[in-house]
């Protein structure tokens, strides 16, 4: 019996020891333990920016700084927070501005109204701020499926489902029909010429073209084959290029090739990832792109070149921002809001419906410097398109990628 009282003692011994260090960790986890991180929170990084020029491109995943601070992609507000009238880098009143999807809002000729296509009733009209609308015109248009304007807004090339296309005068109430093949349109800065890809059957028989605006006297520039895919019609605000065009160098390297009306030999733009979709600067002296790698998980990344003359290519440099060119609007030549979601899944620059869902803010970026600011958080859940800045600079509209209803953020 004296060997069973003795390993009695050890075993309550042994108890006992393991129910001080239960006690002891349940104390540090309760009082001492650091919480995890919240899920979705972002390390912010440091960065440093060099007066009067742009970040040098790094690789990596974009951030945002916010004069001269740190923060998050996705801003955490609290729920009761009131919103802002106007855009002060906070939560921000989005006022809708009809109540129908709509298509190709631009603005119009005044800087100030909005003009665009009603789906439902297939008619054009014309938008105040305050939401009042005005027929453009009495005609009606089924079904448009894209809409370019032209600079002074008295003309639009109008596309239909079934590859009908027309020039539609509104100005005079008039329309000119244009061939099915004809597709990928830009307007010369002044109106009077469009470039187009011209898009026969035989790929021999593919062009780069230019025709007049009254759909007539087509030239033209120079022979497509079958590479007509990754050549992107854009006529430059400068009226230098007419078109752009892409050869891949390596699997997260491209060459973009800049095409003029007089066979000019420009410089060639090299660019890390594929994806490509640009937008010129007010004046055209710089471009600005998006495109994705493999550096950032196949998230799309905005980038800021220069695009004219010799300097082509020069001064390029990586905004460190997730988003697409065409979710963003010029100001002015040194100022760019973009509007950028509060997180990107892996792979959004290749399967851009993956951020269909995912909320937008909306950013100022000094394009002198790359200095980045939040400049408003919508009071919703937005995916902005088609950003548009009044002449006057105090308001901001875009298309809810979702809805295809107009909204208005008021910046001043």
């Known amino acids: 019996m004296d060997w069973l009282n003795k390993y009695k003692k050890i075993f309550l011994a042994a108890a006992f020891i393991l129910v001080i260090f239960g006690l002891g960790y349940l104390l540090y986890a309760v009082f001492f333990k650091p919480s995890p991180p919240l899920p979705g929170a972002i390390t912010p990084l440091a960065t440093s920016t060099v007066a009067g020029s742009l970040p040098a491109a790094k690789s990596g995943a974009g951030q945002i700084i916010q004069d001269g601070?740190?923060?998050?992609?996705?801003?955490?507000?609290?729920?009761?927070?009131?919103?802002?009238?106007?855009?002060?880098?906070?939560?921000?009143?989005?006022?809708?501005?009809?109540?129908?999807?709509?298509?190709?809002?631009?603005?119009?000729?005044?800087?100030?109204?909005?003009?665009?296509?009603?789906?439902?009733?297939?008619?054009?009209?014309r938008l105040t701020k305050d939401g009042q609308a005005t027929l453009?015109?009495?005609?009606?248009?089924h079904e448009v499926q894209k809409i370019t304007w032209s600079p002074d807004k008295n003309k639009a090339i109008l596309e239909y489902p079934d590859q009908a296309k027309i020039i539609y005068d509104f100005k005079n109430n008039k329309q000119i029909s244009l061939p099915g093949h004809w597709?990928?349109?830009?307007?010369?800065?002044?109106?009077?010429?469009?470039?187009m890809?011209?898009?026969?059957?035989?790929?021999?028989?593919?062009?780069?073209?230019?025709?007049?605006?009254?759909?007539?006297?087509?030239?033209r520039v120079a022979s497509l084959g079958s590479k007509d895919e990754t050549v992107y019609p854009s006529w430059s605000p400068n009226n230098q290029i007419v078109a752009m065009y892409t050869e891949?160098?390596?699997?997260?390297?491209?060459?973009?090739?800049?095409?003029?009306?007089?066979n000019e030999n420009f410089k060639s733009l090299t660019i890390d990832g594929r994806g490509f979709e640009s937008k010129w600067s007010p004046q055209g002296e710089r471009l600005l792109y998006s495109v994705y790698s493999s550096a950032s998980g196949l998230k799309p990344e905005l980038w800021l070149a220069s695009a004219q003359g010799e300097n082509i290519g020069a001064s390029r440099a990586k905004l460190n921002v997730q988003t697409w060119a065409d979710k963003?609007?010029?100001?002015?030549?040194?100022?760019?809001?973009?509007?950028?979601?509060?997180?990107?899944?892996?792979?959004?620059?290749?399967?851009?419906?993956?951020?269909?869902?995912?909320?937008?803010?909306?950013?100022?970026?000094?394009?002198?410097?790359?200095?980045?600011?939040?400049?408003?958080?919508?009071?919703?859940?937005?995916?902005?398109?088609?950003?548009?800045?009044?002449?006057?600079g105090y308001y901001l509209y875009f298309t809810d990628a979702n809805t295809e209803r107009i909204n208005k953020i008021k910046l001043k």
């Open 69 to 125: 601070t740190s923060g998050n992609l996705a801003p955490e507000l609290s729920s009761t927070a009131p919103a802002s009238q106007t855009a002060q880098g906070g939560l921000t009143q989005t006022s809708e501005l009809n109540q129908a999807p709509s298509l190709g809002a631009t603005l119009a000729a005044d800087g100030a109204d909005l003009l665009y296509y009603n789906q439902p009733d297939g008619k054009f009209y």
């Open 136 to 141: 453009l015109t009495d005609a009606v248009f």
């Open 183 to 195: 597709q990928d349109f830009s307007f010369s800065p002044e109106g009077s010429k469009i470039v």
């Open 197 to 219: 890809k011209s898009l026969a059957d035989d790929p021999s028989n593919r062009w780069l073209a230019v025709i007049s605006s009254q759909g007539t006297d087509a030239q």
């Open 248 to 262: 891949g160098q390596n699997y997260d390297q491209q060459s973009v090739f800049f095409v003029g009306l007089n």
């Open 328 to 392: 963003c609007v010029f100001a002015d030549s040194t100022s760019l809001y973009c509007a950028v979601p509060d997180s990107l899944e892996e792979g959004a620059g290749l399967f851009p419906e993956l951020a269909k869902n995912a909320s937008d803010s909306l950013y100022k970026i000094d394009t002198r410097t790359g200095l980045k600011k939040l400049i408003a958080i919508p009071d919703g859940r937005f995916s902005m398109s088609n950003l548009l800045i009044s002449s006057n």
